[in-house]
């Protein structure tokens, strides 16, 4: 409660899109030829402003070392998820650090490492919490895994962060974790269509999904029967109790 906070503060920087928005205007400013005059003279405070925070942009860390902070803050918060499930699940449900790794990892700019290691957070979170429906369903509703999943799209079928996304899937499928089943064939099997090896896994899926509803069909059919009997019997003892009437 006291320092997890604090240690997953990178995971919820902005400075990379303020980054991006101030070189978009650089671009944008060097490239318009017909602009207004105070724009178009070399020291107006407008064209200063920008140089001086162009200028102090560039004396920050480069953006591409923010990636192993975040790579092992991802590492660490899998663990707490594995040796601490009771206490981390309610950090995350409060602060949303499961879905703001996702989205970072959808990020073009997101370094393998960084991909790699929220496959793994991710994995934790599925193997640790698969009986609690529940979270579950928070991992499904808030789109975790749609991110993670379109990251088998953008690496080579045989890389390390394929690889584990495929171990992901295949952990799902024999932990028959059923809300996720459904949700991945039903929402996302084109992400995972784009490899023979990922295809293998989706037909596996698919096959899990049938087996679990042929299983709640024939369940609803066994709570049924005992009041299809009970119903039966009724009728019966009604209709004997008629015979018995009218013969005395």
Same mark, same amino acid.
């Given at each position: 409660?006291?320092? &997890?906070?604090?240690?997953?503060?990178? $995971? !919820?920087?902005?400075?990379?899109?303020?980054?991006?928005?101030?070189?978009?205007?650089?671009?944008?400013l060097d490239d318009l030829d017909e602009s207004p005059a105070v724009l178009r003279e070399e020291d107006s405070p407008a064209r200063r402003r920008v140089? &001086?925070?162009?200028?102090?942009?560039?004396?920050?860390?480069?953006?591409?070392?923010?990636?192993?902070? @975040?790579?092992?803050?991802?590492?660490?918060?899998?663990?707490? &998820?594995?040796?601490?499930?009771?206490?981390?699940?309610?950090?995350?449900l409060r602060s949303t650090a499961v879905v703001r790794v996702a989205t970072l990892a959808s990020s073009p700019r997101s370094s393998r490492a960084f991909?790699?290691?929220?496959?793994?957070?991710? @994995?934790?979170? &599925?193997?640790? !919490?698969?009986?609690?429906?529940?979270?579950? @369903?928070?991992?499904?509703?808030?789109?975790?895994?749609?991110?993670?999943? #379109?990251?088998?799209?953008?690496?080579?079928?045989?890389?390390?962060?394929?690889?584990?996304? #495929?171990?992901?899937?295949?952990?799902?499928?024999?932990?028959?974790?059923?809300?996720?089943?459904?949700?991945?064939?039903?929402?996302?099997?084109?992400?995972?269509?784009?490899?023979?090896?990922?295809?293998?896994?989706?037909?596996?899926? @698919?096959? %899990? $999904?049938?087996?679990?509803?042929?299983?709640?069909?024939?369940?609803?059919q066994t709570l049924a029967l005992p009041e299809i009997v009970t119903e039966s019997a009724s009728s019966s003892s009604s209709s004997f109790t008629g %015979?018995?009437?009218?013969?005395?």
């Amino acid at each position: 409660d006291h320092y &997890v906070p604090w240690f997953a503060a990178p $995971l !919820f920087d902005d400075d990379d899109e303020k980054d991006d928005l101030m070189a978009d205007l650089m671009d944008d400013l060097d490239d318009l030829d017909e602009s207004p005059a105070v724009l178009r003279e070399e020291d107006s405070p407008a064209r200063r402003r920008v140089a &001086v925070s162009s200028d102090s942009k560039k004396k920050k860390t480069p953006k591409k070392e923010k990636w192993p902070w @975040r790579s092992q803050v991802c590492e660490t918060l899998a663990y707490c &998820v594995r040796a601490h499930g009771y206490q981390i699940k309610y950090f995350l449900l409060r602060s949303t650090a499961v879905v703001r790794v996702a989205t970072l990892a959808s990020s073009p700019r997101s370094s393998r490492a960084f991909r790699l290691a929220t496959v793994r957070f991710v @994995r934790a979170c &599925v193997g640790v !919490f698969k009986s609690d429906d529940f979270y579950a @369903r928070y991992l499904v509703k808030n789109g975790t895994l749609g991110p993670v999943l #379109a990251l088998v799209g953008t690496v080579k079928a045989d890389s390390l962060v394929a690889c584990a996304v #495929a171990e992901l899937v295949d952990f799902v499928r024999s932990e028959n974790v059923a809300i996720v089943v459904e949700h991945i064939v039903h929402h996302h099997a084109d992400k995972l269509a784009v490899s023979e090896t990922h295809k293998k896994l989706l037909e596996g899926l @698919r096959e %899990r $999904l049938e087996q679990n509803e042929d299983l709640a069909h024939e369940s609803a059919q066994t709570l049924a029967l005992p009041e299809i009997v009970t119903e039966s019997a009724s009728s019966s003892s009604s209709s004997f109790t008629g %015979r018995s009437s009218s013969t005395t």
